[in-house]
């Protein structure tokens, strides 16, 4: 797809914009709505096996013998958490927050108003086809399902459709795009639009290799004895490295999202304006082009692919720290704009003047602020020897805890403080409950994931494990492991508060003060980004290019040498 | 970031600069730039001396092994454990299954060295030994080798660290696997190696 500002001298005629009707917003927002409330239902539940895992791990409580026959084991619980929150509760909430941003953002319909409900459709009978053999524990597999663990094969159809219906988002952003385009041959793309179109783009890269991972290893083990022929077997090595093609941009996925608001609307939410347009474009044409051929940095520990490629992919990993690096300073910036323009002096002294007391506004900044500890967390993860030591320990979740888990999950949560009382026409239940919310999210995500960090980085606790049955497990830990439970306390009052809050906002018919507008920041210097900043083949190509140099020869060398001595099997 | 950074007469500064197809970078903003480029080399510059000076490093490429052949009679793994090469140096051969290691205790002479040879028979496992920088996946079909000194006396948990598995009530599964390696003082060490 490369779409390129066409001449503007043609000989055929411009085609007319087609406008924006309010029966046009009115299909949007119902489709945006739609995937809000499966996002929140998905996070309510996710996040309550959260606190489960948590209070067995500190041997507070182990609830799982009174969740039988209903939840069989730990790891079933463990398997939603991961499904429900890290892949249901991302992609739906993303999907609902694109559908509604991008025609606005363009103010152009969707080119196919009805490929968007074919989309949430698709999406929805996906989910629910996966989350059969979830709950029957037949796909006890967690959320990143390692063969040659099989589980039952609607599993990875469910999956399989969850995705195609995200691509079909895509799709309809794409051609709308083009249509628009064509419509404006001249103008700058808006940045809104631009970065929704860059995410869903890399998106599309990024689960080639998942959906090659499915479709070609692990449907035809799993639908093998359904259909009677015999299992093919399968190379668990492949299979590894088909899914890190995809795990890695999969973080971006949720993460980009978040830098979408970030950039382009938060600074609006504190009187800022972006401060540098240009380079926010250019950060997200980084991402594109940086965020997958990076992946063998989540198999550093993996026999099997030499270490030059581990090598390799740790230099691009720390090139895709770059553009967040970049984040930190320009959204800083655009923040500061907006906090002197209110009233903020001195060096450091305008952060208290921010618009703190909005839940929206605090939310993201809160969520920004442990990004922080995420980012460097991440930095030395991806330092490839550095992360012999904490690999696959507790540290791990404590660091995503503090990515997914509070950069991109308070974000969404504070952009749903502004888009839910939209969507709805009903004023926020309350903007004191919200403020509540987000303040606790912040300090239960500080000590469960320092304490979690902690755990890993000292005492090499496993992830992953019923820890409290664990015969290793040691009285050592026993002050992080409190510290967790004081987290735990935390979160669990505010993923309740969050629940109630878009429960009571939906039913509860209050008027809104004054009508609500999507926040979207103001370029502070108002000249047109330059055009290669508003071009798609020279960072379409080179991140096509990029994937092929960093993972063809490898894949190419585990494909020829393939095996397929492993059968599926089921140990749960 | 300073207060004169941006101020409105900044701007005006220079308005030729959103001309042409460059970005105008302000002063502070091309200072950030600078250093994080400076930085993302300064993080690889610093794993490759660690990686090169220290010898600090990952599992790469090794061999490769069908599960089914674990127990013929030629393969190495048909008799997990410890094997002296010479004095202070041994190999293990350690088999990952659900759910234990086999073996699951190993005893070493205090600054002995040792190579891990370590595949997985079924599913996916791990392999951390506690307090150390041992750690690697042990997947089927694939034999991990790395090697490490035990200069300190004491037990060292090895710890699966990959879900591998649980059937509900039963009294093994996944958060019960793991061994223990035992590095002996040297006094200890003699003992045992005369009882051999
Ligand atoms: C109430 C809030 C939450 C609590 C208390 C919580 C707690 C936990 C705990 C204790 C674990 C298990 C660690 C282990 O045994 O390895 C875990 C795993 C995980 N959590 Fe959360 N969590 C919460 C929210 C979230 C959110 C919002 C997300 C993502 C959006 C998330 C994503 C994950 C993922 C991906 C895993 C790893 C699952 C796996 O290893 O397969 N969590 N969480
Ligand atoms: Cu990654
Ligand atoms: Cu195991």
């Known amino acids: ?109 969707l080119r196919y108003p009805w490929l968007s409900w074919v989309a949430v459709i698709t999406m929805i009978v996906g989910l629910v086809t996966a989350a059969v053999p979830m709950l029957t524990n037949n796909a006890t597999v967690l959320y990143t399902f390692y063969p040659p663990m099989l589980a039952e094969w609607s599993f990875y159809l469910g999956l399989t459709l969850l995705v195609v219906g995200s691509w079909i988002v895509g799709f309809n952003f794409y051609f709308t795009y083009y249509a628009w385009r064509k419509e404006n041959p001249d103008k700058r793309a808006p940045f809104l639009a631009l970065a929704i179109t860059i995410t869903m783009v890399m998106w599309q890269i990024a689960t080639l290799g998942v959906a090659a991972e499915i479709l070609f290893i692990l449907l035809p083990n799993a639908l093998a004895p359904v259909l009677g022929f015999p299992a093919p077997g399968l190379d668990p090595l492949l299979s590894r490295t088909l899914f890190w093609w995809f795990g890695h941009p999969l973080v971006y996925f949720w993460l980009l999202p978040a830098y979408v608001s970030w950039y382009g609307m938060m ?45 390799i992919h740790m230099v691009l990993t720390m090139g895709v720290g770059f553009p967040s690096l970049i984040t930190a300073f320009t959204v800083v910036a655009s923040l500061e704009i907006g906090a002197r323009a209110r009233g903020g002096k001195g060096y450091l002294r305008w952060i208290g003047r921010l618009n703190w007391g909005d839940p929206s506004y605090a939310g993201q900044n809160l ?67 919200a403020l509540a919310q987000v303040w606790t999210w912040f300090f239960g995500m500080l000590f469960f994931s ?15 494990t019923m820890l409290g049955e664990a015969p290793y497990y040691d009285s050592a830990w026993n002050p992080q492991m409190m510290e967790s439970v004081l987290g735990l306390v935390f979160l669990s009052i505010s993923a309740t508060l969050f629940f109630a809050i878009m429960l009571f906002t939906w039913i509860i018919p209050r008027k809104l003060d004054k009508p609500i507008e999507m926040p979207v920041a103001e370029p502070l210097n108002p000249n047109p980004a330059p055009k290669w900043l508003d071009t ?12 092929i140099i960093s993972y063809g020869p490898m894949l190419f060398q585990l494909i020829s040498n393939m095996t397929t001595w492993s059968k599926g099997i089921r140990v749960w | 970031m300073s207060e004169q950074a941006h101020g409105p007469e900044h701007e005006s500064a220079h308005p030729e600069a959103h001309e042409g197809q460059g970005v105008h970078v302000e002063k502070w903003e091309g200072i950030w730039i600078r250093i994080s480029v400076a930085m993302v080399f300064v993080f690889i510059l610093a794993i490759v001396i660690s990686a090169t000076a220290f010898g600090i490093s990952v599992p790469g490429a090794s061999g490769r092994m069908d599960p089914a052949t674990l127990n013929d009679a030629d393969n190495p793994f048909s008799q997990p454990g410890l094997r002296e090469l010479a004095p202070g140096k041994y190999e293990a051969y350690i088999v990952a299954q659900t759910w234990n290691f086999l073996p699951d ?59 591998c598995g649980y059937v509900s009530g039963a009294p093994i599964g996944h958060h019960t696997m793991y061994g223990v390696l035992t590095v002996l003082p040297a006094d200890a060490a003699e003992a045992t190696q005369s009882t051999n």
């Open chain 1, 267 to 311: 600074p609006a939410q504190t009187n800022g304006k972006m401060f540098s347009e240009p380079l926010a474009r250019l950060v997200f044409w980084l991402f594109l082009l940086l965020s997958t051929p990076v992946g063998f940095h989540h198999q550093y520990a993996d026999p099997g692919i030499p270490e030059i490629w581990k090598f």
């Open chain 1, 450 to 464: 320092n304490a979690y960090h902690t755990l890993g980085l000292l005492f090499s606790v496993p992830r992953r």
């Open chain 1, 536 to 547: 798609w083949w020279p960072w379409l190509n080179g991140a096509i290019a990029l994937v």
């Open chain 2, 105 to 163: 205790r190993i005893e070493v002479p205090v600054g002995s060295q040792v190579t891990f040879h370590i595949t997985a028979r079924d599913v996916i496992h791990g392999f951390k030994l506690a307090g150390t920088n041992v750690n690697v996946m042990a997947l089927p079909g694939q034999v991990a080798t790395l090697s490490a000194t035990f200069d300190t006396p004491g037990d060292y948990n090895y710890i699966c660290h990959e879900y």
């Open chain 1, 367 to 433: 969520a920004m602020i442990l990004f922080i500890f995420g980012g460097i967390g991440g930095i030395i993860n991806a330092s490839y020897n550095v992360n012999m030591a904490v690999h696959n320990t507790m540290w791990v979740p404590g660091h995503f805890h503090l990515t997914v888990g509070s950069a991109v999950t308070l974000s969404f949560f504070a952009i749903a403080y502004w888009l839910v009382p939209k969507l709805t026409g009903h004023k926020l239940f309350t903007k004191w409950m």
């Open chain 1, 1 to 109: 797809m490369s779409v390129q500002a066409m001449p503007a001298i043609g000989i055929k005629e411009q085609p007319l914009p087609a406008a924006l009707t309010a029966k046009d917003l009115k299909t949007i927002d119902r489709i945006a709505g739609i995937n809000i409330v499966v996002a929140v239902l998905a996070l309510s539940i996710g996040a309550l096996f959260g606190v489960f895992q948590g209070l067995e791990h500190a041997k507070v409580f182990n609830i799982y013998p009174f969740l039988q026959p209903v939840i069989k084991t730990y790891y079933q619980g463990l398997t939603l958490h991961g499904a429900l929150n890290a892949v249901v509760w991302t992609t739906f909430f993303i999907c609902g927050f694109f559908t509604f941003v991008f025609p606005r953002s363009f103010n152009r319909p």
